[in-house]
């Protein structure tokens, strides 16, 4: 059983910065992949990242690609998502999930995933 407590979230201006904290308690945080996802009101749930679990490999939707940094310290049982140039479409509820699964095509899936956390919403003004 994996428990995962999001923090960072809040409000901040188009362009600026966020950084999300990913919280998993747990002897085995390094052995699962970590993600992100988010989702905006009346929207699905959408994929954002994926670090592998020894971090070698990470995985962005399009939309975030060069603006936001996915990184994990397994020491640390901590994923983070590093959100910079912030834009109003980028306003959700971002939530934190493990997958045990080692088949790197299915990271964008929310239900290959095993664990979830809470979430924690973030605002961009305009």
């Known amino acids: 059983q994996v428990q995962l407590v999001e923090s960072g979230g809040g409000l901040v201006q188009a362009g600026g910065s966020l950084r999300l904290s990913c919280a998993a308690s747990?002897?085995?945080?390094?052995?699962?992949?970590m993600g992100w996802f988010r989702q905006a009101p009346g929207k699905e749930r959408e994929f954002v990242s994926t670090i592998t679990w020894s971090g070698g490999s990470t995985y962005y939707t399009d939309s975030v690609k060069g603006r936001f940094t996915i990184s994990r310290d397994n020491a640390k049982n901590t994923v983070y998502l590093q959100m910079n140039s912030l834009k109003p479409e980028d306003m959700a509820v971002y939530y934190c999930?493990?997958?045990?699964?080692?088949?790197?095509?299915?990271?964008?899936?929310?239900?290959?995933?095993?664990?979830w956390g809470q979430g924690t919403q973030v605002t961009v003004s305009s």
């Open positions: 999930a493990a997958s045990r699964n080692r088949y790197t095509g299915s990271y964008y899936y929310a239900r290959e995933y095993d664990y």
């Open positions: 747990g002897r085995t945080f390094s052995s699962y992949a």
